[in-house]
């Protein structure tokens, strides 16, 4: 295993997250509310491609306590169709721009550079990226603004990720991925405050591989950098209890518990209501004096 000190540099934890123009306080948990605008997505395909439903969807999740909007216009599915960079702008635009005066930091959720610059100067504070900016331009994209970015671990890509996947070392090697790619973030002029790293749960990871990296998640929020897990309604939580992607809100909200013990900052979620609730429950222990029940790493 590759101790995460091996892979990067010392960090002091990063408290406030800088985010275009907002600075989020991660001392609680925050909910990321998803809002797909694709016809493929594994668990709400279809339901948003209209602009004005998928405003209204992002209006709810806003109302129910999310805490950052996540607009995904192309499904990362393994086996999901390709979009255009034409396409994806015009799925994305009108519910972006429509998002932006409601107050709420909107991520984009993309690996496409043009799609990022466009979203940012259409008011996107977060870039959301399962490639981790390895798209060329992307990079240059997310320094050249004060949007933050989630750089995300995908062993492969989405059409093949989950024939095969294979590791030595899953841990390691996330580890190793992750601090690299924050590294040359920073490097690009990125400062840390704006960087969140995300394991990728279900990318190019099978059921053993998801449950390894949550159980021992610690490792990875020990290099510094916000955590943000993301397991809403995915297929680890169908294996877990044998449920369709409809009926997976209890194994999500017991994974959101999970993931946040062992040093997640952000919960990406399809349910924020429920979440929100399942967190409060958690925080309430530290309100209380009590320090939050921590897993040894
Ligand atoms: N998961 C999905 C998409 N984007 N981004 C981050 N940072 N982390 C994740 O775990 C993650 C992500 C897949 O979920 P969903 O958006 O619901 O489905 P689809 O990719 O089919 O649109």
Redesign the pocket.
Known sequence: MVAPSAVTEELAPVRILRAGAYRLNLDRPLVMG?V?L?H??????GRYLEPAVAVEQARRLAEAGADILDL?AE???PG?APVSEGEELDRLLPVLEALVPLGRPVSV?TMKARVMRVAIEAGASMV?D?RALREPGALEAVAGSHAAV?L?HMQGEPRTMQHAPQYDDVLGEVCAFLAERARACRAAGVEADRIVL?P????GKTPAHNLHLLARQRSIADLGYPL?A?L???SLIGHITGRAVGDRLAGSLAAALIAVQRGARII?V?DVAPTRDALAVWAALGEAGHLPIEDAH
């Open positions: 998803i797909n694709t493929d997505s594994f668990s709400d395909g995904g499904s990362t599915r999901a959720d959301n399962v989630c995300m995300d990728g749960y279900g990318f943000l993301g809403s309604r995915k990406r399809h």
